[in-house]
């Protein structure tokens, strides 16, 4: 069975947990800073945690070598 078309997932299914370093939700292009929340993950959603789905933010710049 398939999920509905935009119905977002449970983090047990995306391995939501605490992160480390700069793979965090607050880096993500899903993240939702002003709601808490994430496109792709269901529920209130903190900056601090990671799940399995993310993807970083693009740089306005490149990164230092």
């Given amino acids: 069975m398939s999920a509905e078309p ?9 391995n939501y947990r605490a992160a480390r370093k700069e793979r965090r939700c607050g880096t993500c292009v899903t993240f939702r800073p002003e709601a808490r929340a994430c496109k ?3 529920g209130e959603i ?11 933010l693009k ?3 490149p990164a230092p070598a």
């Fill in 59 to 61: 740089r306005s710049h």
């Fill in 6 to 14: 935009g119905a977002r997932l449970e983090k047990a299914a995306v």
């Fill in 40 to 42: 792709v993950v269901a």
């Fill in 46 to 56: 903190h900056p601090a945690m990671v799940c399995d789905r993310w993807v970083p």
